[in-house]
C-alpha cells in the first residue's frame, strides 16, 4: 500500500509540470502585444511598457517561465490587474467559499446517492426503484440555474423555510477566521449563527449536489447489483442474517469501489463547475471569482484560477486512487 | 422483515432531513424579513450584479465603484437628486471670473472627513493636486482616467483644462484654467471628483482603493470581494439627524431573477438590474415599489455619413421615417422609455423641445429614396451590439424590429454582430455603415452628449462620433457653447446645433431608456440617482 502511495504520488511531479507549462503558456498565447491587448488600444506607450516589465513579458521566455515557477513555489500567484492585489490572498476566501459549498453538497449527494442507490438494488423492480431511478434520471438532465431558481420560489418564497441567497445574513456578519463559516461560527460558539450559515448552505447545496447525487445513485445501484449476485452473499444470506446487515456490512465495501471514482470526479469538476450554482445564489467562490477575471481579461487572475484548480482536481484524484486501493487492495498498479 | 422496514424508515427519514433542513421542523422565516430586531440596528441591504473594483474615487469609471463611493465622499457640487439641477454640496457656491479663466468655490465651514480631520480649502487643493499634478508625491494608486478624459489631461500637459488650484482663505479654494470651460461645475459633480481625507490618503501612500475616508453619510467598514461592501453611519456627518440608516449593505448577486427573489424573500430591501420581463410582476407586487428614473442616455442607430449610399442626408431621413419608435419602445422597454428626437434626453435643460420627430411615412420614405437614386433600395449591413447595455436591453431583437422596417422601403439590410471588445473597436474605426450603440452620461451637462458624439473632433479613430459627423457649423456652435457660462446662452447655442443635426440626421435617436429599480415597500424616501451623488442620505425603513 505505501509502495503504492509513493509511486502514485511520484507520478504527479510530470502531471504538474504540464499543468505549470499550459498556464504559463496562457498570456502567450494572446494574439499580439499581450500589454497592449489588456490595456486596450488607448494606452499610451509608456504605460504599456511598465505593465511588460511588471508582467515580465520583456525577458527571454525561459527566464520567465524559471521566474514564474520560482513565484508559484513561494505562493506568489501575482496580482490582480483589475484591482491591484495579491491574488492569493483574494482568492483564498472565494476558494474557501466554493470548498464549504462543494464539500456540503457532496455529503448531500453521498448520504442520498449511495443509500437511494443500495434501496434501489435491494428492492430491485419494486416501485420504489422505479421512483428512485427516473429521479435520478431528472437529477442528471435538470440544468442547475433552473433548479436553483425553483428551490428560491419553492422554499425561499413560498414556504418561508429557507433564505435563498448569500453565505450568511449580512445584518448578523460572521467574524472570518478561517473563511469556513461553518468553522468560523463555532469557533466563535455562536449556535445561532452556525444555524443561519447551515440554512444558507442548503439550497445552493442541493442544487449543486443533484447531479453527482443522481449520478452516485445509478453507479451505486448497478454496482450494488453486481455484488448481490454473488455467492459470499447468497452464503450470508444462507446463515440467517439479515437482508440489512447483508448489505450495509459485506455488500456495501465490495460495491464502493466503482462508486468513489465517480465521487472523485464529481467532487473535481464541482469545485470548477459551481459557477452557476454561485450565480444564482450570490455565493462569492472561486468560480465567480475565475469568471469575472475572464470578463475583465484579467490574465494573471485567468492562469492562478486554472493553476489552483487544476491542482486541487489532481490532488483529489490522487486522494480517490489511494482510497480506492483501501477498498479493492486487489488493485495495486504496477 | 421488520428489519427491512425499520432500514427504509430510517432512509426516508434521512432523507427529508437532508432535503428540507428541518429536522425539528422550522417553519420560521429564515431570512430577515423582519429588521434586525435584536440589534435595533437600522440596515439596508441593497442588491446588484457586480462588486465595485475600487473604492478610490479618481480611478473609479464602473457604476459599481460610483455608488458607493458616493455614500462615502461627497463633492464640490452635485445634482439635486434625480433631476439635472445644480446644488451646493462641500461647496456653498461658485462662480466664474469675469473672462471666465477661473472659477472660485466657497466651501462649507465645520465639516470634518469620518477620520474627524477637517475639511478646508487645503484639503481641495490636496485632492486636485492629486489628481493632476504628476508630481505630487500623491499621484498614485489609481488611474485618474476621469480627470485626464475629461479636463483634457494633467497639469502642463498640451490639451490641460486646469492650470493649477490655488488657497484663497481657508475656505475658498479658485480654480485657474488655461481657457474658459463652462461645464466646470457639472463635470465637478461626478464622483471622480470626490473629497478625499488628505490624512488617509498619506497614511496609505496615495492607495486608497480599500480604505476609503471621506465626509459622506457613511463610513467604510468592510469588504469582502464578490460578496458584501458594509457602510455604517458616520458619526461625524455635517447634518445632524442624517443619515437616518445606521448601517448600508451591498450586496452581490450576480443574476437577476435570484437577485428579485431575495428581494421578495426580505433578504435585501432594495436592487437594480430587473430583467425587462419582470417589470409588470414588480408593479402589481403589494409588498414592492418600482422606481422609475429619468433617462440620460441615448440608444441609437448610427450611419456611417462617410460612405455611400449613407453620405446622403435623404437617405438617412428616408430611413428614420421608417423606423417605428413607439413600436420598439412598447415591444422592448415595457414602455419605460422616451422616444429619440434628438441625441439629448428630454429632461436635459438644453433639450430643443420645438423640434417634430420625423413621422412615419413610408410613402414619403420612398419618395426621398428615389430623389437619391434609389427607387428600388439597396442592400447593406446592420450592425448589432452583442450584449444588452441599459439603453438597448435587447440589441438583437431591436435590430431585427428594424430589419423588417427597412425591408419596406426596399432596404435589405444584413445583420452583423461580432463580440463586445471587437464590436467597439470596429465601430469606433468606422468600419460599420449603420450601426446600433447608445451613451450613458456622467453629468447632465449637455456637452457629454452633444460635444462627445457630433463633433468632427471625435470622428477620428478611436471615435465616440460613430457617425463620423463632420458639419463645421455644428463644431462651431459647439466650441461656443463651451466657452459661455450663462447657462440659457449655452442652452440656446446647443438648442440651434440641434435644429442643424436634426436636417442632416447622422443618428438616427432611437429611445431614451429610464432606469428602473425595485424596493420593498419598508423603503421609506428613496429617489434614485440618475448622476453622480448619494442616494441613501435620507432614506429610513419602517418597520
Given at each position: 500500500m505505501l509502495q503504492y502511495a509513493i509511486?502514485?504520488?511520484?507520478?504527479?511531479?510530470?502531471?504538474?509540470?504540464?499543468?505549470?507549462?499550459?498556464?504559463?503558456a496562457i498570456i502567450h498565447l494572446i494574439p499580439g502585444d499581450p500589454?497592449?491587448?489588456?490595456?486596450?488600444?488607448?494606452?499610451?506607450?509608456?504605460?504599456?511598457?511598465?505593465?511588460?516589465?511588471?508582467?515580465?513579458?520583456?525577458?527571454?521566455?525561459?527566464?520567465?517561465?524559471?521566474?514564474?515557477?520560482?513565484?508559484?513555489?513561494?505562493?506568489d500567484l501575482g496580482k490582480s490587474l483589475v484591482t491591484q492585489q495579491p491574488i492569493a490572498s483574494e482568492m483564498f476566501p472565494h476558494l474557501a467559499a466554493t470548498a464549504e459549498l462543494t464539500l456540503f453538497s457532496m455529503v448531500f449527494a453521498i448520504v442520498v446517492g449511495v443509500n437511494a442507490g443500495i434501496l434501489s438494488a435491494w428492492k430491485r423492480n419494486t416501485w420504489f426503484d422505479y421512483v428512485a431511478m427516473v429521479i435520478a434520471l431528472v437529477g442528471v438532465s435538470v440544468p442547475i440555474f433552473w433548479l436553483g431558481l425553483m428551490e428560491q420560489w419553492l422554499f425561499g418564497l413560498k414556504l418561508h423555510w429557507l433564505p435563498v441567497i448569500g453565505r450568511a445574513d449580512p445584518r448578523d456578519p460572521v467574524t472570518e477566521v478561517t473563511h469556513f463559516y461553518l468553522i468560523d461560527t463555532l469557533l466563535a460558539g455562536n449556535a445561532h449563527q452556525f444555524w443561519t450559515v447551515v440554512q444558507h448552505l442548503i439550497l445552493p447545496g442541493i442544487a449543486l449536489g443533484t447531479i453527482p447525487m443522481a449520478v452516485i445513485a445509478r453507479m451505486t445501484r448497478s454496482s450494488m447489483?453486481?455484488?448481490?449476485?454473488?455467492?459470499?452473499?447468497?452464503?450470508?444470506?444462507?446463515?440467517?442474517?439479515?437482508?440489512?446487515?447483508?448489505?450495509?456490512?459485506?455488500?456495501?465495501?465490495?460495491?464502493?469501489?466503482?462508486?468513489?471514482?465517480?465521487?472523485?470526479?464529481?467532487?473535481?469538476?464541482?469545485?470548477?463547475?459551481?459557477?452557476?450554482?454561485?450565480?444564482?445564489?450570490g455565493w462569492p467562490g472561486v468560480g465567480l471569482y475565475l469568471y469575472n477575471g475572464i470578463g475583465a481579461r484579467d490574465y494573471p487572475v485567468i492562469q492562478s484560477g486554472i493553476l489552483v484548480l487544476s491542482v486541487i482536481f489532481i490532488v483529489v484524484n490522487l486522494i480517490v486512487d489511494l482510497l480506492y486501493a483501501y477498498f479493492d487492495p486487489r488493485i495495486q498498479y504496477k | 422483515m421488520q428489519m427491512k422496514w425499520a432500514a427504509c424508515a430510517a432512509a426516508v427519514v434521512a432523507l427529508l432531513a437532508v432535503t428540507t433542513g428541518c429536522g425539528g421542523g422550522t417553519t420560521q422565516p429564515a431570512n430577515g424579513t423582519a429588521p434586525t430586531a435584536s440589534s435595533g440596528q437600522k440596515t439596508l441591504i441593497f442588491g446588484r450584479g457586480g462588486d465595485s473594483v475600487t473604492l478610490d474615487p479618481s480611478g473609479s469609471t464602473d457604476d459599481e465603484s460610483n455608488m458607493v463611493c458616493e455614500e462615502i465622499y461627497d463633492t464640490l457640487v452635485t445634482y439635486k437628486i434625480g433631476t439635472p439641477e445644480l446644488q451646493p454640496d462641500l461647496a456653498t457656491s461658485w462662480e466664474p471670473s469675469k473672462d471666465g479663466m477661473s472659477w472660485t468655490f466657497h466651501l462649507q465651514q465645520?465639516?470634518?472627513?469620518?477620520?474627524?480631520?477637517?475639511?478646508?480649502?487645503?484639503?481641495?487643493?490636496?485632492?486636485?493636486?492629486?489628481?493632476?499634478?504628476?508630481?505630487?508625491?500623491?499621484?498614485?494608486?489609481?488611474?485618474?482616467a476621469h480627470y485626464k478624459s475629461d479636463l483634457g489631461g494633467f497639469y502642463g500637459s498640451p490639451g490641460a483644462i486646469i492650470k493649477d488650484v490655488e488657497k484663497v482663505d481657508d475656505y475658498t479654494v479658485r480654480i485657474?484654467?488655461?481657457?474658459?470651460?463652462?461645464?466646470?461645475?457639472?463635470?465637478?459633480?461626478?464622483?471622480a471628483y470626490s473629497i478625499a481625507s488628505p490624512e488617509a490618503?498619506?497614511?496609505?501612500?496615495?492607495?486608497?482603493?480599500?480604505?476609503?475616508?471621506?465626509?459622506?453619510?457613511?463610513?467604510?467598514?468592510?469588504w469582502t470581494p464578490n460578496d458584501k461592501i458594509v457602510l455604517k453611519k458616520n458619526p461625524n456627518y455635517r447634518t445632524p439627524g442624517l443619515p437616518k440608516l445606521d448601517q448600508l449593505i451591498f450586496q452581490v448577486i450576480p443574476d437577476n431573477t435570484a437577485r428579485l427573489n431575495a428581494l421578495r424573500a426580505g433578504q435585501i430591501d432594495l436592487m437594480e438590474g430587473l430583467n425587462p420581463s419582470d417589470i409588470q410582476s414588480v408593479k402589481s407586487d403589494p409588498n414592492l415599489n418600482l422606481y422609475v428614473s429619468p433617462s440620460n442616455n441615448v440608444g441609437y442607430l448610427a450611419f456611417n455619413t462617410q460612405k455611400k449610399p449613407f453620405d446622403d442626408p435623404r437617405v438617412r431621413q428616408a430611413i428614420a421615417m421608417c423606423i417605428d419608435k413607439k413600436a420598439l419602445i412598447d415591444a422592448y422597454y415595457n414602455g419605460l422609455a422616451d422616444a429619440g428626437v434628438t441625441i439629448l434626453p428630454p429632461k436635459n435643460w438644453a433639450y430643443d423641445?420645438?423640434?417634430?420627430?420625423?413621422?412615419?411615412?413610408?410613402?414619403?420614405a420612398k419618395q426621398l429614396l428615389a430623389e437619391a437614386g434609389y427607387p428600388n433600395g439597396f442592400d447593406t449591413e446592420l450592425w448589432a451590439m452583442p450584449i444588452p447595455r441599459p439603453y438597448m436591453p435587447q440589441p438583437q431583437q431591436i435590430a431585427t424590429a428594424i430589419q423588417g422596417d427597412l425591408a419596406k422601403i426596399g432596404i435589405h439590410a444584413k445583420i452583423v454582430t461580432y463580440d463586445w471588445a471587437t464590436y467597439l473597436k470596429k465601430t469606433d474605426s468606422g468600419e460599420h455603415t449603420?450601426?446600433?450603440?447608445?451613451?450613458?452620461?456622467?453629468?447632465?451637462?449637455?456637452?457629454?452628449?452633444?460635444?462627445?458624439?457630433?463633433?468632427?473632433?471625435?470622428?477620428?479613430?478611436?471615435?465616440?462620433?460613430?457617425?463620423?459627423?463632420?458639419?463645421?457649423?455644428v463644431d462651431k456652435l459647439l466650441e461656443q457653447a463651451l466657452t459661455v457660462s450663462d447657462q440659457n446662452q449655452r442652452a440656446e447655442l446647443y438648442k440651434q446645433a440641434q435644429k442643424l443635426v436634426f436636417q442632416d440626421e447622422p443618428y438616427v435617436p432611437l429611445v431614451h431608456s429610464q432606469p428602473v429599480r425595485a424596493g420593498s415597500k419598508r423603503v421609506i424616501g428613496f429617489t434614485p440617482q440618475v448622476t453622480g451623488g448619494p442616494q441613501f442620505t435620507s432614506v429610513d425603513l419602517s418597520n
Open positions: 509511486r502514485r504520488i511520484l507520478q504527479l511531479i510530470p502531471v504538474l509540470f504540464g499543468v505549470s507549462i499550459v498556464v504559463f500589454a497592449q491587448v489588456i490595456l486596450g488600444q488607448q494606452a499610451d506607450p509608456q504605460t504599456v511598457a511598465d505593465l511588460r516589465h511588471n508582467l515580465g513579458l520583456d525577458k527571454p521566455l525561459y527566464q520567465q517561465y524559471l521566474m514564474f515557477l520560482a513565484q508559484l513555489l513561494h505562493g447489483l453486481e455484488v448481490l449476485k454473488h455467492d459470499y452473499v447468497r452464503t450470508a444470506r444462507a446463515k440467517g442474517l439479515a437482508d440489512f446487515w447483508v448489505i450495509y456490512k459485506h455488500a456495501l465495501k465490495n460495491s464502493f469501489a466503482p462508486v468513489l471514482t465517480v465521487i472523485g470526479i464529481q467532487l473535481g469538476s464541482l469545485l470548477g463547475g459551481a459557477v452557476l450554482t454561485e450565480t444564482i445564489f | 465645520g465639516v470634518k472627513f469620518s477620520d474627524g480631520t477637517p475639511f478646508n480649502a487645503d484639503a481641495v487643493v490636496f485632492n486636485f493636486q492629486r489628481w493632476g499634478d504628476p508630481n505630487s508625491p500623491y499621484h498614485k494608486g489609481s488611474s485618474f485657474d484654467l488655461t481657457h474658459p470651460f463652462a461645464p466646470l461645475p457639472n463635470i465637478l459633480t461626478q464622483v490618503i498619506k497614511k496609505y501612500n496615495g492607495d486608497i482603493s480599500h480604505h476609503p475616508v471621506g465626509t459622506g453619510a457613511f463610513e467604510f467598514v468592510s423641445s420645438s423640434i417634430q420627430d420625423y413621422p412615419v411615412d413610408i410613402a414619403k449603420m450601426c446600433l450603440l447608445g451613451w450613458s452620461a456622467g453629468t447632465w451637462d449637455p456637452t457629454t452628449f452633444m460635444y462627445t458624439l457630433l463633433d468632427s473632433k471625435n470622428a477620428v479613430p478611436p471615435a465616440n462620433n460613430s457617425a463620423f459627423y463632420k458639419n463645421p457649423a
